[in-house]
């Protein structure tokens, strides 16, 4: 069974510019989350979708992220325009969330996001 | 809001030695608690899950144990190899639909 795919694996951007991650989750899997991963720290969740519904936004800066997952599977990240403290690994991941149930999470291998 | 604390060093054992990292948590009792394993350059992989309910939980050299009162996870791999160096993430949860708070995590190499 495939895993959760993340492309690009690697970016980098002039400040300013803009800038889009994909993530293709566990297929089956209702719930996908983008996190942001600064170095030496753990993740920190940005937003998390139940299929097609954005249900946990609170952490995601709207004035320059943006996310969308159409049709409940796939999902795309933009920020426009980066700045420099964006810099970061943004980590992808999926699970079978229910709301009795625990949320053991699979990841994707993340993509490494440099801002000169 | 909750918080996490993993010891922020790294932890450097021998080989075949038990290696035991620590996870410690303020505020809420969450409702479980999981560990995942990091590699550089690599996505968490997830490894144990326990539950507030639970004490103790085993599989293969992995050891997870919980203790509410002193709001602490301990994580233990024996006889431990080369090949468990990484860095490895504590995080929990209330339950439910309740995100999953990650801690730093702690880098634990295992020396030949």
């Known amino acids: 069974e495939a895993g959760v795919v993340q492309s690009p694996r690697y970016k980098i951007i002039e400040k300013k510019q803009p800038v889009a991650f994909w993530c293709n989750p566990i297929?089956?899997?209702?719930?996908l989350y983008w996190y942001l991963q600064n170095l030496g720290q753990g993740p920190e969740l940005l937003i998390r979708?139940?299929?097609?519904?954005?249900?946990?936004d609170s952490q995601l800066p709207k004035d320059r992220f943006s996310a969308e997952r159409l049709k409940g599977v796939d999902s795309t990240l933009k920020i426009q325009p980066a700045e420099l403290g964006d810099s970061a690994v943004y980590l992808c991941?999926?699970?079978?969330?229910?709301?009795?149930?625990?949320?053991?999470?699979?990841f994707g291998p993340g993509t490494r996001l440099t801002v000169l | 809001s909750q918080k996490i604390e993993q010891n922020s060093e790294a932890l450097n054992i021998q080989e075949g030695k038990t290696a035991t990292l620590t996870c410690n948590y303020t505020?809420?009792?969450?409702?479980?608690l999981q560990w995942y394993r990091q590699d550089p350059g690599r996505g968490p992989v997830f490894l144990l899950l326990?539950?507030?309910?639970?004490k103790e939980k085993r599989k293969e050299r992995l050891k997870v144990t919980f203790d509410t009162t002193l709001k602490q996870s301990l994580f233990h791999i024996t006889a431990s190899q080369p090949a468990d160096s990484a860095t490895y993430l504590c995080?929990?949860?209330?339950?439910?639909?309740?995100?999953?708070?990650f801690g730093a995590g702690t880098r634990l190499a295992v020396h030949p």
């Open positions: 991941a999926s699970s079978l969330l229910s709301s009795g149930g625990t949320d053991t999470q699979y």
């Open positions: 297929s089956g899997h209702n719930t």
């Open positions: 979708y139940e299929n097609e519904e954005a249900v946990d």
């Open positions: 505020n809420y009792s969450p409702a479980y």
């Open positions: 326990i539950r507030e309910n639970e």
């Open positions: 995080a929990l949860s209330r339950g439910g639909y309740n995100k999953l708070i």
